[in-house]
């Protein structure tokens, strides 16, 4: 999901690592929370047809003590799964109910660690607060109006809402993929050996990529006038300076496509 309001957040482990994260912003949240919800409603809808079929043996004569336990252990069923869907699959799940593992989104702590029980918990219970007025009001204004993407229980939690990488990556190889889609670039016959696959390091495929990267937002003029170097570069690494010559861009494309299977993880 391409989320303008998703913001970067850089952290220091407690062993002086720096990370960098993307926040779920509340697109992302609201999605995966309407996904839970969907699973709650077909369990709930589930437990709603048992107790129906449980409360009208209650009022025959047949088993009426034992459809008294089965009335109580469902609506008492039920109460527990609405509190502890969320509790149970973020402790369970490494941080994630399952809308947010289906999008790519993880609940760590400040300090990018993962989510203890009790801020898990604590998270949660603030959910009541977040709820408030009604369909998350006061969750979804804090995380408007909040720098790191978080709602009331984030806050008192010490949690933040992150964007899992292998996510964004998967996010912007689509996006690339779309955008070389409609440009409609031809393909050329290149013959690339094992011997010039090998002669690309990993600063030749930083450059080519961060070049690609640009073709969804970059005009295509000063896109060209930025292929030029890179295409001579890698036209002469891999000796195939007849096919730079004619247009960088396409070059730089079809070495992208050639090589993306060797370097994209």
């Not at 011997?195 to 937002?217: G, K």
Request: hydrophobic share 50%; with cysteine; charged share 20%.
């Amino acid at each position: 999901m391409n989320e303008s309001l998703d913001k970067k957040v850089t952290i220091i482990t407690p062993e002086q690592v720096q990370l960098q994260f993307h926040t779920a912003g509340i697109g992302s949240r609201s999605l995966a929370h309407i996904l839970d919800a969907l699973i709650l409603l077909v369990v709930n809808s589930l437990l709603f047809v048992f107790a129906l079929l449980v409360s009208r043996l209650y009022s025959g004569s047949w088993l009426p003590a034992v459809a008294d336990y089965l009335l109580a252990f469902s609506i008492i069923l039920l109460i527990l799964l609405n509190l502890g869907y969320f509790v149970c699959t973020e402790a369970y799940m490494g941080g994630q109910t399952w809308g947010k593992r289906w999008l790519g989104l993880r609940v760590l702590q400040n300090n990018g660690q993962s989510a203890t029980l009790l801020s898990i918990l604590i998270r949660n219970l603030f959910r009541l607060l977040d709820m408030m007025p009604t369909f998350y009001f006061l969750g979804a204004v804090s995380i408007l109006f909040s720098a790191k993407d978080k709602r009331i229980g984030d806050m008192v939690a010490g949690t933040i809402v992150v964007v899992e990488a292998r996510f964004e990556r998967m996010k912007r190889r689509k996006q690339l993929e779309k955008a070389i889609s409609k440009k409609n670039y031809p393909l050329l016959a290149l013959d690339m050996e094992e011997a010039q696959r090998a002669e690309i390091t990993d600063q030749d495929w930083q450059l080519l990529q961060a070049w690609v990267e640009r073709i969804p937002t970059m005009a295509n003029d000063r896109l060209a006038e930025l292929a030029s170097p890179i295409a001579q570069h890698f036209a002469k690494k891999l000796a195939l300076n007849h096919w730079s010559t004619q247009d960088p861009v396409l070059f730089l494309i079809n070495i992208y496509e050639a090589l993306r299977a060797d370097w994209e993880v």
